[in-house]
């Protein structure tokens, strides 16, 4: 099967990036180098190209309605223009995908999904849309999306006119027109840096991407946006999240309303004793890996890391790792094995890094 | 991609280079590795006085998104390794063939000729 391209593509590869296949696409892995990109977004701002990303487009009377069934977290209950992530799972509580649905306005509902899960997801929301008064778009090949992410974003996107001057709370969305360009602005991210992602057509992504990159912004790769959702601890599908196992696993409580009258996975997630825990570590020497086996201080394996890297601004290897719930040692003195050898890990209450995000 | 391949040194196809001084082997990455790999975080060294055969793994090189083993070109003992580079690992990127990671002696001299001359090597890098 051939890769895709997103519209930026050419860009990418003028600029000397280094390419590679994810979840289909020939997708930016890093320009300059991930450190300096990571850096850009802490301290000021970089732009990623993340058209990869599925998008569909909810429409009718029923449109929040359908989405707030669909999903775990309360969907109905959150305030005009809102975003609201949520897990999207099965009757048997396991997870389909994890998602954002903007709020767009009455009965018109954006909901943003992996690129690796667009055709499962799309699927599983026609199995149940039919009984309720609204329509599904699939818009995934029609969208481009930028996430221009770091402290400097606001000022920046203000100074190019993208945005004015009226009040944008975080996860909040508004549809809105740039020269005769519609555009959908987000104030969302995956970094914990303030930001905002833009989802707007092939022709206007690449005249924004110059825009931005002759102002400063640096463009930024699928490695460095890795580290940087690593440093402040966001689940990542296909990692921290999977297909059999349900949010009570990966850390996703908050997400899982049971007091909504009705969402699909209600039940049996509301008998179910999570199996697992995410427990968040770090190493002064070493970098944990995903798959590292995580010991407990009597040397039993009692988890794995899902995903790990060296953390650019912690400076030290960070990992997010899955542990068996009821192994999960309450004296908090974790080890990672790396190649046969056993660390000493740090263990971390909250996430490695504190991002700037309002 | 133009990278540095002096003529003075031996290679491996696995991108390590090796400086022959008698029967002292000193050993590091190559420029292309260096390049290849982007910002190096962590560099793993052998214990001195361990052996290693020829092919062997000796230790890890590790940039911010990946792992990768070293190979030994050569059989023999370690006799020192660049501690420098445990608190400094970005060295191997600011100056490769400076930056040694080990220094072996080397057993077998013979097992030299096996290793790539810098014109071999730059022709290896071109097809990859």
Redesign the interface.
Known sequence: MSLQLTSLHNKHVNLGA?MAPFAGFDMP??YS???EEVIAVRSNCGVFDVSHMGEFLCVGEDAEKFVDFMVTNDFLGAGSNKAVYSPLCRENGTVIDDLIAYKLSHGRVLICVNASNIEKDWDWFNEFVGDFDCTLTNLSSEYSLLAIQGPKTEQILKDLEIIDSAEFPYYSVKESEFNGNELILARTGYTGEDGFEIFCSHKFAGELWDKLLSVGVAPCGL?AR??LRVEVCYPLYGHEITDDITPLDAGLKWTVKLNKPEFIGKQALSEYQAKYTLVKLALEK??P?EGYEVLNAADEIIGKVTSG??S?TANK?VAICQVEANKNPKDKNYKIRI?KNDFEATYYAKAFVTGGHK | MSHQVPSTLKYTKDHEWAKIEGDIVTIGITDFAQSAL??I??V?LPEVGSTLDQASTFG?V????S?SDLYSPITGEVVEANNELESSPELCNQSPYDSWIIKVKATNLSELDSLLSSADYEQHCSEL
Request: no cysteine; aromatic share 4%; hydrophobic share 45%.
């Open positions: 280094k892995l890093q180098s991930v450190k490695a890795d580290v070493g970098i890996r890297t060296m650019v290897g190649r | 982007g910002d975080v962590f793993e890890v590790e940039s911010i998104k792992v």
